[in-house]
């Protein structure tokens, strides 16, 4: 039952993540289509522009201009129409849409065909029956435009209209998992808590029972530990030395094992095509433990370490490994020794000693006696814990959640449910927070702006502080990864560090860049601070600070790092990233 309730609140969470990663997804896409679709009212009125300079002056210039607006208008309708990988359309739209291209239709075919009609003639002859023929072509685009234009801004809207359309069937599927999410953990109150609580009630009581048999057990214990302590002292004596180090394997920065001799993976009896990443999970250890292994390794770092794995048997076997990159190769170099032996060794030798000190009591019968009054110490405190303490918790947590369902007092009812809800949502946002912060997984996804984008957003809800993002030149280029990565974290520093100093009650980030450089800025109305004074003092200096953290990420990635600041006059900070 309870991994079954675990299991029905981890799909509410699952599918609540993919909804919302596929919205952020179709945000996206919803947003470049409004843009081009803007651009496209925008094209328009700058070719009736065109043709009105041209029947002043049919220079050369304009005639070219003409052109190039011409196909760029052409290419974006066609891609709206029917998708375009090159502007980043998928020409999904809805029936209404489609009938609205429909409709305007007729008004974009006339006004192509007489651009074309006047480039055409423009460039090929001047003489007076063209003269009149290209002013007639210039009237019917000119008459056309209007209801073109018209049209495109019914589009516009109705493009938004169905943005905002996702937007509230989203919340709503949300509010309907959330509600799922609530009935499971009422259901697990009821059916596992609360059955839980008396469970441990009646451990308690058992435990009581049991302190008269383990009594009668102690003058047994006693022969067991003389014989305990006699193997010990055998075991005592006996030296193991640590067999050389030598090369057991080879892989790639990425864990993947080669195909030489692999001593690591024979000695463990594991496939051949096994990866040292999913070795270590196998074997138990964390995410993060990995993570940070491999993060060392692919920077070229050598790693020292113990590491415990489990071979075929079930038996535990202990390496030390030096994992060793090869410079300026996806190469690593596995170098260690079996150490099992060495480390039983220790432990039992850690256990000798323990019992070297028990030794030292005369009366055996005494000994067994007190260890085993202690251990009944031990379990009466843990059962007194379990239930004093987290029994009384999970009843709590029952009664504040069925008393919602009394509707004698309806006003103490909202102040418990508030109460709760107030709970629950402290411990979403840290959790959040925390996640958030580490691994802005839609950075690698999507890029830097809508992860910075995203950062703005998640960074307001939680501070409450308006956090504004604005790409002045609608900048969408990827760049390397470690440069996207860098980047990020001293923009995430600089939020950070302006919400939890600087008081002020607006943050905004500027994206700018022009064909060579990126400038990035961060800058907030706040209290500022003395930037000389500070510099003076050498408080930059320090590698804890987060104004040095920023200065040495950004000259790893070739930027210039800048900071305007004072008292009461709030703080700027400027990063300028030269563009490949």
């Known amino acids: 039952m309870y991994i079954t309730a675990l299991l029905g609140i981890a799909l509410s969470i699952l599918a609540s993540q993919l909804l919302v990663q596929r919205y952020i997804g179709s945000q ?49 309708h066609e891609g709206l129409m029917e998708g375009s990988v090159q502007l980043g359309l998928k020409g999904n739209n809805s029936e209404k849409v489609q009938q609205m291209f429909q409709d305007i239709d007729p008004f974009y075919q006339t006004m192509v065909d007489n651009a074309r009609q006047v480039t055409a ?114 075991l005592e004596e006996v030296k193991i030395e640590p067999e050389p180090e030598r090369v057991l394997a080879e892989m790639d920065v990425d864990g993947y094992f080669s195909g030489t001799k692999n001593e690591l993976l024979a000695t463990l009896g594991a496939e051949v095509e096994t990866n040292l990443m999913e070795l270590l999970k196998a074997n138990g250890y964390t995410d993060n433990f990995i993570e940070g292994l491999f993060a060392q390794v692919k920077q070229g770092e050598n790693w020292l370490g113990e590491l415990k794995f489990t071979d075929e048997d079930g038996d535990f076997i202990w390496f030390e490994l030096h994992l060793i990159p090869i410079s300026n190769q996806r190469h690593v170099k596995v170098v260690g020794r079996d150490i099992t032996e060495v480390k039983e060794a220790k432990m039992i030798s850690r256990e000798i000693n323990s019992e070297k000190i028990e030794r030292k009591i005369k009366e055996q019968h005494y000994r067994s006696v007190h260890i085993l009054e202690g251990q009944e110490e031990e379990r009466h405190r843990l059962a007194r814990d379990l239930h004093d303490g987290v029994g009384q918790m999970l009843s709590a947590l029952k009664m504040s959640i069925e008393s919602v369902h009394v509707p004698r007092d309806p006003i103490h009812n909202r102040r418990r449910f508030d109460d709760t809800k107030y709970l629950l949502k402290r411990v979403i946002q840290e959790i959040r927070r925390i996640s958030f912060n580490l691994i802005p997984t839609n950075l690698a996804d999507f890029g830097i702006v809508p992860a910075v984008r995203k950062l703005c957003q998640e960074v307001g809800k939680l501070s409450n502080i308006e956090v504004e993002f604005e790409n002045k030149t609608n900048f969408i280029n990827r760049m390397e990864q470690h440069v996207e990565s860098n980047l990020y974290r001293i923009i995430q520093e600089a939020i950070n560090n302006s919400v939890k100093y600087s008081k002020a009650k607006r943050i905004t980030v500027t994206f700018e860049h022009s064909i060579n450089h990126l400038k990035v800025s961060i800058a907030d109305a706040g209290k500022g601070f003395d930037l000389e004074n500070l510099q003076r003092k050498g408080h930059f200096k320090s590698s804890g600070h987060g104004i040095f953290n920023m200065r040495e990420r950004a000259a790893f990635i070739n930027a210039e790092f800048e900071i305007e600041t004072a008292v009461n006059q709030g703080t700027k900070i400027f990063v300028s990233l030269p563009i490949e």
């Open 28 to 76: 996206e896409d919803d947003s470049r289509v409004i843009n081009v679709a803007g651009r496209q009212r925008m094209l328009s009125q700058k070719i009736s522009k065109l043709v009105l300079k041209l029947s002043i002056n049919a220079s050369d210039t304009l005639i070219a201009d003409l052109d190039q607006t011409l196909d760029l208008w052409m290419q974006s």
């Open 121 to 234: 003639l423009l460039k090929n002859s001047a003489n007076v029956t063209d003269t009149v023929t290209v002013g007639a072509a210039i009237e019917e685009i000119l008459a056309h435009e209007g209801r073109f234009l018209a049209g495109m801004d019914a589009i516009v809207f109705q493009y938004d209209h169905e943005a905002r359309e996702k937007v509230v069937l989203l919340r709503r599927t949300e509010l309907i998992l959330f509600l799922v999410s609530i009935l499971i953990i009422i259901l697990e109150v009821v059916f596992i808590f609360r059955p839980t609580t008396r469970s441990v009630a009646a451990t308690v009581e058992e435990l009581t029972r049991s302190e008269e048999s383990s009594n009668q057990m102690a003058s047994e214990m006693s022969k067991l530990y003389d014989e305990l302590v006699k193997s010990y002292q055998d």
